[in-house]
């Protein structure tokens, strides 16, 4: 876990419910889902495998240790998961040093939390090397910390990596919204006790309680955000 500015739980708006807000980042804040399988099937091919496009909705979201390892089953190339995990991330850190893009509405929303002095944390099954590419381009301001997949003992889906973003911000996490794109990344926040909003990249998910999906990152501003964890 890497701390950008100190945590900010006393700054929440007197009288919100809402004491801070975890993001996800693949997908969620920026348009990345599609890098990956992009770089695992390219990956492949060169091992001499071709991937089924249905295996990408079962590798979306998750660590790379289990989305590389089914693939490694799957397929049953010849490569260890460590060998793989090294491909994949040079490849990944490749395609977004050429370009990345950001997922409508997410530098708005960014800054408007910052504005109103909102703890933020971004929560991402990425590893710190790519995690730390990334914020060049999303801001590192905005995060008061950040939690990587490599750095928690068990990543999305368990709930792990929420308690910990909501621990170090000082946050109560049935008073914490989560942002998420996945289904395992849902499943986390909501095994954590988080509000969650849901914005499909790959992938429905359902409404639920505790749980509600929009479109898109323009829908969401820090007025919806407080209605979700309204007292």
Not at 20 to 27: I, Q
Not at 129 to 150: E, H, K
Request: glycine share 10%; aromatic share 4%.
């Amino acid at each position: 876990m890497t701390t950008t500015v100190p945590a900010l739980g006393t700054q929440t708006a007197e009288g919100s419910a809402l004491q801070a807000v975890l993001l996800d980042m693949d997908g969620t804040l920026v348009d990345t889902e599609g890098f990956w399988w992009d770089v695992e099937v390219e990956v492949f091919a060169g091992l001499g495998h071709a991937l089924d496009d249905s295996w990408r909705h079962v590798v979306v979201g998750g660590p790379m240790t289990r989305s590389a390892g089914f693939l490694i089953e799957a397929t049953g190339a010849d490569i260890t998961l460590a060998e793989l995990t090294v491909l994949l991330n040079d490849g990944f850190e490749d395609r977004i040093g050429r370009t990345l893009p950001l997922m409508p509405g997410a530098t708005r929303l960014l800054a408007e939390l910052a504005a109103h002095g909102i703890p933020t944390a971004l929560v991402s099954a990425s590893h710190r090397r790519i995690i730390d590419r990334i914020l060049t381009s999303l801001g590192p301001q905005y995060f008061s910390l950040t939690v990587a997949g490599d750095e928690v003992e068990r990543t999305k889906p368990h709930p792990d990596p929420y308690l910990l973003a909501a621990a170090g911000l000082g946050a109560e996490p049935a008073r914490c919204a989560v942002i998420e794109d996945t289904a395992t990344g849902v499943a986390a926040a909501e095994a954590a006790g988080c509000h969650v909003v849901a914005v499909p990249s790959v992938a429905p998910i359902a409404p639920a309680v505790r749980r509600t999906v929009v479109a898109s990152l323009e829908e969401v501003d820090l007025p919806f955000l407080r209605g979700l964890v309204a007292l």
